[in-house]
């Protein structure tokens, strides 16, 4: 096919096809973009000979993935888990390089091939994960607090040897002193530029910009490609700009809001990466391939685990934590390929090594998907072998200190959300108030009690980001019958098992609610309820023997006499 809209049609319909598929498997559809670009490649079907027709999509997905990464680096997760996810974070990624590194050169690789090698046996993928443990409902357990952290650690890592590799990897002329000066102006300019672009130009930008959720949209993604570029340009890579774009933005109260919303877009334009990546594999290598990544699948599916288990039993965990965290990390992570491919891409490595490393990605990405799908029945069985791993009397509690708890969440700060949320605050009740109007976090902190955060009921992904493990309510004071059908869901699917409480303004949209809404709980009808409460006090004043008519009464009698 030579159209380029052609060819991509063909290619997004065979990815729908196979993705089905995967998800029939409960695989992740990292193997199935892969396995189509094999499909599709010069091995197969020969569609797409040169890949340059989605290379522009996967270099902008990859820019968005790095920018979500930067985006959401919540540092307070790696302190409401103590020290456990700095030392097992750092610690795997230290063991795992020095062991794959050990390997790589036993299984006949030269220096710089092994460490390439090594590097990505380290890094596991936190979208694989957290989507798993969000389906089993295990995000907000010990072990899935644990393994987040850490992961963030890995994320932490593996932009910063980006960072590394950008900076030096290119062919100058200059002296290794001469590089490291212009790197370290270059980074020095690009980080004061960007801070005062935080503290005075965002705020004004995001204030306005927020007035349309579409508009926030594209201009969070003008930005995240804007400063890829610019990191580009000043000599790092497209990926270390887009992480910092993230990064810039993460203090922000739009955080989660454009992070939710930029997630189903990241996943499309990363199909195209994943799909260019195997369509560029090798088949005519990649039989020799097969033993060096049957030993370096081993390695991650079983060597990364032990790593975990062995860290946290010294720390003083539960075998049984040690060992359900550390089957997080028995896969290679998508930043293993794009670290790869950036290598290729600086010519350190050949195809070869790319091909090799997508391969154990296959591989391990394949079999932890079940491993973590069955953590438990294999915990049962493994139990008694796992002994060793933890101390006689292991010193750690059962749950780490977590974020502060809130007891309800209510979406909307109209009029009676607003109401709402201040007498629940005022009975003592800690509230999270979630608005889209940029103008009710003033509001809100002006009331004690009330916290704030900017996001819209009809993202269905956004309530991943609610402190859902302590609230026991939910009230959407939004009176839009499908908003309250999408948020409804969104809570159950996401795990919340609390009480879900929707409005509903008429009779009509009231009876809708209550019959083709089972996941909501209780349907609040304030202009029903207020009719009731104000009719039932004029009733009472009517039949008040000292009322206003008796008052009117008396006033006559004495007016005639």
Do not use: C
Not at 138 to 153: K, N, Q, S
Not at 388 to 415: H, L, T
């Amino acid at each position: 096919m030579s159209d380029p809209f052609y060819l991509t049609a063909a290619v997004l319909a065979v990815a729908a096809v196979v993705g089905l598929l995967a998800n029939r498997l409960r695989q992740p559809l990292i193997v199935a973009f892969i396995a189509v670009g094999i499909l599709v490649g010069p091995s197969v079907l020969g569609w797409v000979q040169d890949a340059e027709p989605l290379e522009l999509f996967a270099e902008i997905g990859i820019a968005v993935l790095l920018f979500l990464v930067g985006l959401k680096l919540d540092l307070r997760l790696v302190r409401a888990t103590g020290s456990v996810a700095l030392v097992t974070g750092l610690g795997q990624v230290a063991f795992t390089s020095i062991v794959g590194f050990g390997l790589a050169m036993l299984l006949g690789m030269d220096a710089t091939t092994a460490l390439y090698v090594g590097i990505a046996l380290t890094f596991s993928s936190t979208i694989i994960v957290v989507k798993l443990l969000s389906d089993k409902r295990e995000i907000d357990e010990l072990h899935g607090r644990i393994a987040l952290g850490f992961l963030i650690v890995q994320d932490i890592v593996v932009v910063l040897v980006m960072i590394v590799l950008s900076s030096f990897g290119g062919d100058s002329d200059r002296s290794l002193a001469a590089d490291l000066g212009i790197t370290l102006a270059s980074g020095l300019g690009f980080v004061v530029g960007l801070a005062i672009a935080m503290r005075w130009v965002l705020p004004w930008v995001l204030h306005r910009l927020a007035a349309s959720q579409e508009l926030l949209l594209v201009g969070a993604v003008a930005w995240a490609v804007s400063l890829a570029a610019l990191g580009d340009l000043l000599g790092f890579s497209t990926e270390v700009g887009a992480f910092l774009a993230g990064f810039a933005l993460a203090s922000t109260s739009f955080r989660d809001a454009i992070s939710s919303s930029l997630t189903p877009l990241r996943d499309f334009l990363l199909l195209f990466f994943f799909i260019e990546l195997g369509s560029q594999l090798d088949f005519s290598t990649i039989g020799s391939q097969v033993p060096a990544a049957l030993v370096l699948s081993a390695f991650v599916l079983i060597g990364n685990p032990v790593i975990v288990l062995i860290i946290m039993g010294v720390m003083g965990y539960r075998r049984r934590v040690g060992f359900l965290a550390g089957l997080t990390v028995a896969q290679i992570s998508e930043f293993s390929l794009i670290f790869v491919a950036l290598g290729l891409t600086l010519g350190h490595i050949g195809n070869e090594t790319v091909g090799l490393v997508t391969l154990v990605g296959l591989v391990t990405i394949g079999l932890s998907t079940y491993m973590i799908l069955y953590s438990h029945p294999l915990y049962d069985r493994l139990a008694p072998y796992l002994r060793i791993f933890e101390r006689a009397k292991p010193s750690q509690g059962d749950e780490p200190e977590g974020d502060e708890p809130v007891d309800v969440v209510v979406y909307g700060y109209g009029r009676y959300g607003r109401n709402l949320a201040w007498r629940l605050a005022d009975g003592g009740h800690r509230v999270l108030v979630v608005d889209w109007d940029p103008q009710a976090a003033a509001e809100v902190t002006e009331h004690a009690g009330l916290d704030v955060v900017f996001g819209d009921a009809e993202d269905n992904t956004y309530p991943s980001n609610l402190p859902l493990s302590t609230a026991r309510v939910v009230v959407s004071t939004v009176a839009r019958v499908e908003s309250n059908r999408i948020l409804a869901k969104a809570l159950r699917r996401w795990g919340f098992d609390g009480t879900v409480a929707v409005t509903a303004h008429t009779t009509t949209d009231a009876e809708a609610l209550d019959r083709d809404l089972p996941e909501a709980d209780l349907v609040l009808r304030p202009f029903h309820d207020a009719s009731e409460v104000a009719t039932a006090e004029l009733i009472a004043l009517l039949h008040e023997p000292g009322g206003h008519a008796a008052h009117q009464r008396d006033a006559e009698e004495a007016g005639s006499a």
